[in-house]
């Protein structure tokens, strides 16, 4: 079986894994939107803070970052209605059932930390954005 996806896609992807393997993160099977059906995610758990993050995404020229509104059906990425997405696609393979358990576990932390992985494409450099859905005020 050959893989199918753009040479720079697969370059972002080994990159990505490497960075959050080494940061102590589980990478999560699979791709969930973004430039060439590419992004990732991964997840790490512990007693008093979770995190979910989302990558490799490219900056655009200006230095803003998106996340896509239309992955897994209209729901924005990192969005609580997103991950539930997240969750079922990975629920239904007894191969994947242990990420969406993992993933509905980091939901149930009262505050857990969402986040983009970025790269800006003309330095190469590598950056986190913390993502807020926090509506309350």
Same mark, same amino acid.
């Given at each position: 079986m050959t893989d199918n996806r753009n040479e720079q896609a697969q370059v972002r992807a080994e990159l990505f894994e490497s960075i959050m393997t080494?940061?102590? $993160?589980?990478?999560?099977?699979?791709?969930?939107?973004?430039? $060439?059906?590419? *992004?990732?995610?991964?997840?790490?758990?512990? *007693?008093?803070?979770?995190s979910l993050?989302?990558?490799? =995404?490219?900056?655009?020229? *200006?230095?803003?970052?998106q996340l896509d509104t239309m992955s897994l059906g209209s729901n924005m990425q990192l969005s609580d209605e997103w991950l539930d997405a997240v969750v079922a696609c990975?629920?239904?393979n007894?191969?994947? =059932?242990?990420?969406?358990?993992k993933i509905k576990i980091v939901k149930s932390h009262k505050s857990f930390t969402r986040g983009m992985v970025v790269i800006n494409l003309l330095s =190469?450099?590598?950056? $986190?954005?913390?993502? *807020?859905?926090?509506?309350?005020e």
């Open positions: 080494r940061n102590g $993160y589980e990478v999560v099977p699979g791709r969930y939107g973004g430039e $060439y059906n590419n *992004d990732q995610i991964a997840i790490q758990i512990s *007693d008093d803070q979770s993050m989302l990558g490799l =995404k490219s900056l655009n020229e *200006d230095g803003s970052g990975l629920d239904v007894p191969e994947t =059932k242990v990420f969406a358990d =190469k450099a590598i950056s $986190y954005i913390p993502i *807020d859905f926090n509506t309350e």
